[in-house]
């Protein structure tokens, strides 16, 4: 099975339950498989078995509502996902894969 892990690094929440919602949203995406604090980060481990495109647009919703750095999601690219994850017009691009 391949994992990948993300670090999402401070998360800013704006309320208790603003961070409820967060994990909600978390537990509802299939291909993570864990997550974990550590310090000040917070690690998310992807099954790379069970990333779709929906799993990839939850995860970069996530990151675009919560404001975590979108760089590393450019590992996630593949030849599934390019056509539609690497297309210069979506909102995300140069989040993701400007240099």
């Known amino acids: 099975m391949k994992d990948h892990i993300l670090n999402f ?3 800013d929440f704006n ?3 603003d961070e409820e919602m ?5 537990d509802k995406i299939p291909c993570i ?22 799993c990839l647009r939850e995860i ?3 990151c675009e509502r919560y404001q975590l750095n979108m760089r590393q ?4 690219k593949n030849s599934d996902n390019h056509s539609w994850f690497s297309n210069p017009k ?6 993701v894969f400007a240099h």
Do not use: C, D, R
């Open 73 to 76: 999601l450019s590992m996630l």
């Open 22 to 26: 967060f994990f909600a949203w978390i």
């Open 33 to 54: 498989k864990s997550v974990k604090g550590e310090g000040k980060n917070l690690y998310v481990t992807l099954n790379l078995e069970q990333l779709n495109q929906g």
């Open 60 to 62: 970069i919703g996530i």
């Open 9 to 11: 690094g401070i998360v």
């Open 90 to 95: 979506a909102y995300w691009y140069e989040k």
């Open 15 to 17: 309320s208790s339950v």
